[in-house]
């Protein structure tokens, strides 16, 4: 993982959560959650990725912490409805969220966080495939980005790193709270 020394403070978007309940990027608060953009007809990427975090999540139960949250965030909110990312977020882990909501919210967050995402329509008007970025973000309690975990990924890695990164963030914030 790469930690972030000054977090990224997340724009506040309206999407829409896996529940068609209403979501907002302010209630990441209070938490620690691993955030991750892709789209449910992804081949190859987002299904590893998702698998990846579920392992991680399962590597951390034996530690005395509360989890962290995985967040899916569909950048392809024309095919990607909730029953759709509810199913596809089932095969993975009953717990993980999935998000979406219109381009320009999404336009937001990803050029926010620096996730490239390109529209590759076919020759079937119907038929496109979404690029994107396989970063995996970690977002901390205050709703920020605080670390950044890139390809390749294994589950063991990712979930000694995120010790690690979680044990950084609250001494950083012991330190901070004793100089005030």
């Given amino acids: 993982a790469t930690y972030l020394p000054t977090p990224l403070e997340l724009p506040g978007v309206r999407l829409t959560d896996q529940n068609s309940q209403p979501f907002v990027t302010s209630e990441l608060e209070d938490r620690f959650t ?47 409805t909730p029953e759709r990312m509810q199913r596809y977020l089932g095969n993975f882990s009953s717990e993980f969220a999935g998000v979406t909501g219109p381009d320009n919210a999404l336009a937001t967050l990803t050029s926010t966080l620096g996730v490239v995402v390109e529209r590759h329509q ?54 901070s709270a004793a100089t005030s």
């Avoid at 955030?35 to 449910?40: A, E, K, M, Q």
């Avoid at 990427?45 to 590597?59: E, F, K, R, S």
């Avoid at 970063?135 to 890139?150: C, N, R, Y």
């Fill in 34 to 80: 691993f955030v991750f953009f892709g789209f449910t007809h992804c081949p190859d990427i987002c299904p590893l990725t998702l698998q990846v975090l579920a392992d991680t999540i399962d590597n951390l139960r034996e530690h005395q912490i509360e989890q962290p949250d995985v967040l899916f965030v569909s950048v392809d909110p024309a095919r990607d």
């Fill in 122 to 175: 076919h020759s079937d008007e119907k038929a496109y495939n979404v690029t994107h970025s396989p970063t995996v973000f970690l977002v901390g309690p205050e709703a920020e980005l605080i670390a950044v975990f890139s390809s390749p990924r294994e589950a063991q890695t990712i979930a000694s790193d995120f010790l690690l990164v979680r044990q950084r963030y609250f001494s950083e914030r012991r330190e």
